[in-house]
Nanobody, 121 residues
Framework: QLQASGGGLVQAGGSLRLTCTAS????????MAWFRQAPGKEREFVGA???????YYADSVKGRFTISRDNAKNAVYLQMISLKSEDTAVYYC?????????????????WGQGTQVTVSS
């Protein structure tokens, strides 16, 4: 029900915008989040946006990444700037119905398939 796209190869310092589209009838009521997982590492919270458009970011991306949503398009976006090699990972979107802004992945009910972001130094 969640489809992430927009990943690719970018040089350090560059930008990318990821998109997650949802096949959810009441999308506007979902808290949406982005997580990432680098090879050999555990899944890591990136940021989230609530159904009321409040946002919450991991310290590692604060000031560089921005999450937004377009409820009319059932979409959530992750705008990434000033990318670093350590941002290389598979990025996943997740959804939680009326959920809190949280970095706990276990609280999200739906997950997308992931999109690869590779930042070359």
């Amino acid at each position: 029900q969640l489809q992430a796209s927009g990943g690719g190869l970018v040089q350090a310092g560059g930008s990318l915008r990821l998109t997650c589209t949802a096949s959810i009838r009441t999308f506007s009521r979902y808290t949406m989040a982005w997580f990432r997982q680098a090879p050999g590492k555990e899944r890591e919270f990136v940021g989230a946006i609530s159904w009321s458009a409040e946002t919450y970011y991991a310290d590692s991306v604060k000031g560089r990444f921005t999450i937004s949503r377009d409820n009319a398009k059932n979409a959530v976006y992750l705008q990434m700037i000033s990318l670093k090699s350590e941002d290389t990972a598979v990025y996943y979107c997740a959804a939680d119905y009326r959920g809190p802004l949280t970095n706990r992945g276990t609280l999200y009910d739906y997950w997308g398939q992931g999109t690869q972001v590779t930042v070359s130094s």
